[in-house]
């Protein structure tokens, strides 16, 4: 366990703090291990999410009264449009989202609610409007993405490796996160033998592996039981609370007054 | 032991008014919480909350030797940490207030 310190001050790094800052915050936690008699792996547990517990919390603002702080602006649209071949889906779209909000895109269906996602995350070149995101997304399809003769593990490693990650760190990392969702991958298991609804954990989980600071997420409970919908959406607001930004897309009017931002892109049939 | 979504809540209080009584290190106001019967609060929750108060001025640090381990990080609070737990203390003492009152009455007990 003696690489726990340069794991930390790593992840660190890699989640944005200045390398001197990085370092010094390493050396302290392995002192404070050490006011304890153990070492910081037993005290902290793993480096890499302890790392980012602890940006979490920096960022977080102090005591009880004074919550709810927005942070810098993740996405900016502005007079975004798109259209296929004449048909105009969307035009003058408009949303900001900092970190600590969730927007949610909603809206029948055929509206463009997918496509503007998309666009969000880059996957679509718009035919008017700027957007500017930061650069950690993750995003989260509705449905694919995975790869039904890998089992989960393996996704988590191929994922991981995507994003520059030690095939060992993505796949505690991704344990760790689908345990928040309550499930536990079984190992050797391939996906095709997974439920719709686990499937869809999976892409969630692959979505938040490398630590994203904006998540666009196209309705990712479909196929959850209710224990697991009410999991979901205390994790949308546990990533709130730790300052991303996220965008959902969803049909459930329902959720919407646990959200910030609502985008109604109207019924469908371009009426704009 | 307090749940702990309390103790989320009610930890950076308790720090500083800890600080304001004696200036003391990470593992000294671990004890002093368990003591007080408050909470057996993880290393995790401790040492990212006592450096939230550093970087908001509220608390400063200084290191001093220690005999058996490593060197040890004191915390002292400062005027704008005393400012704070001033009005945070009045703040929880009303709500306290309120609770115990809802609580504490005949009505509910039933």
Not at chain 1, 104 to 119: E, F, P, Q
């Amino acid at each position: 366990m003696s690489d726990w310190p340069a794991r930390f001050e790593e992840e660190l790094v890699r989640l944005g703090l200045q390398p001197a800052r990085a370092r010094r915050l390493s050396a302290e936690t392995a002192e404070q291990a050490g006011e304890h008699g153990t070492d910081p792996d037993r005290l902290f547990g793993p480096a890499h999410l302890y790392a980012r517990h602890l940006v979490t919390e920096l960022r977080a603002p102090a005591l009880v009264s004074e919550r709810h702080v927005s942070g810098p602006v993740m996405l900016r649209l502005a007079g975004v449009g798109k259209r296929y071949r004449r048909r105009t889906v969307f035009s003058g779209v408009d949303l900001t989202v900092r970190g600590g909000e969730v927007a949610a895109i909603v809206g029948a269906n055929g509206c463009g609610k997918s496509t503007l996602l998309r666009v969000c995350a880059g996957l679509i070149r718009p035919d008017a409007g700027t957007v500017h995101r930061t650069r950690r997304v993750g995003f989260v399809p509705q449905d694919g993405g995975t790869a039904s003769w890998l089992t989960a593990d393996e996704h988590f490693t191929l994922f991981g490796a995507a994003a520059g990650m030690v095939p060992r760190k993505a796949r505690s990392t991704g344990t760790h996160l689908a345990a928040r969702l309550a499930w536990r991958p079984a190992p050797g298991q391939p996906v095709q033998q997974l439920s719709g609804g686990t499937r869809q954990k999976l892409n969630l989980v692959l979505g938040e592996l490398h630590g994203p600071d904006l998540l666009l997420l196209d309705e990712p409970y479909q196929g959850f039981d209710q224990g697991s919908y009410l999991d979901f959406w205390q994790q949308v607001r546990a990533w709130r609370e730790a300052g991303r930004a996220v965008v959902v897309v969803t049909h459930l009017l329902h959720e919407l007054q646990n959200v910030d931002h609502v985008l109604d892109l109207g019924a469908a049939g371009g009426n704009r | 032991m307090t749940p702990r979504p309390w103790l989320h809540g009610f930890l950076d209080l308790c720090l500083l008014a800890m600080l304001r009584d004696q200036p003391d290190y990470g593992y000294g106001l671990a004890h002093r919480l368990a003591v007080a019967g408050v909470a057996d609060v993880p290393g995790g929750t401790l040492y990212p909350a006592l450096l939230r108060l550093e970087q908001q001025g509220l608390a400063e640090p200084s290191w001093a030797p220690s005999d058996t381990g490593p060197r040890r990080k004191y915390y002292a609070i400062t005027p704008a940490g005393l400012d704070l737990l001033a009005a945070q203390a009045d703040e929880w003492r009303r709500f306290r207030d309120g609770v115990d009152s809802l609580v504490g009455s005949p009505e509910v007990a039933r």
